[in-house]
């Protein structure tokens, strides 16, 4: 059994969904893990991880009205409110989708559904340097090697 | 050790369909005594949710608050070719889980009593579900 574990830094990103599919790839081929999991944890709860269609565009925005709805930013439309107040809004989103996940890994790559994308969703308005954190557990095909990156 | 395994639903259209008894056979046939099995659900249209199991009311509500919360047909959203239950299944899988860890103990899925783990399907037709077991421990 191995551990292989990285930091990466996604950047700063305005409000949207990101693909970081092929980033994860990556990450699982340089862990040597054949068989196993992968999970991923976002250092934020203003900003999620999400597993969504990618095959038609519009389901991603679909997804983002409707999270828009259930937490509306005009929350602080008075202008006078706390910046704590300010933040609500995404933090209830950030709470209603996940801020990690674990997927399988099968044949060293990612066991996900055709259609299945991982999404890094930001939903502050004022961008932000974010970190996920790969930890990657299985069984390797050859000899691999620890490292931890940031 | 890593033990992993491939299972197929035919679901028969919305609706909870419980798991537990074969994801607990993935369990027996890994031999594996104390760990982890993470349960992985490859669509993005059903999703997996821990549940009561004792009475089945308990789901139909599940089912009646989320078509509540996202209701079919609703003329905010975008993506509609597909039906008007594809968008409001695809939000239900975004707020519920695609993956789940459940520790095992005694070479069993250790949950609770009246613990379930459920498939969720939130199209409206039938559909062949496909979910990856991974068990790891010794």
Known sequence: MIFFQDTL????HARGAYEITELIKDVIRESGVQTGTCHLFLHSSTSSLV??????ESTKIST?????????SSINAEGNLKKSMEAMPENLRGMSAQNEITIPVSNSRQGIGVWQGIFFWEEKTSPIERKLTVTIMGEALHKSFRLTSS | MVHQQQLRFS??????????????????????????????IHHTSASLILCENADP??????????????PDGDNMFKHKDEGDDDMPAHIRTVLT???LSIPIENGKECLGLWQGIYLWEHRTSP??????VTVMGE
């Open chain 1, 9 to 12: 830094k996604l950047g700063k």
């Open chain 1, 51 to 56: 597993l969504c269609d990618t095959a038609d």
């Open chain 1, 64 to 72: 983002k009205d409707f999270m828009a709805e259930l937490a509306p």
């Open chain 2, 11 to 40: 679901t028969r259209g919305r609706g909870t369909y419980n798991i537990s008894q074969q994801v607990d056979e993935v369990i027996s046939k890994s031999g594996i005594k104390t760990g982890i099995c993470q349960v992985f």
């Open chain 2, 57 to 70: 009311t308990v789901r139909t509500d599940l089912e009646t608050f989320m078509k509540r919360l996202v």
């Open chain 2, 97 to 99: 889980e695609s993956t």
């Open chain 2, 127 to 132: 559909f062949k579900r496909n979910i990856t």
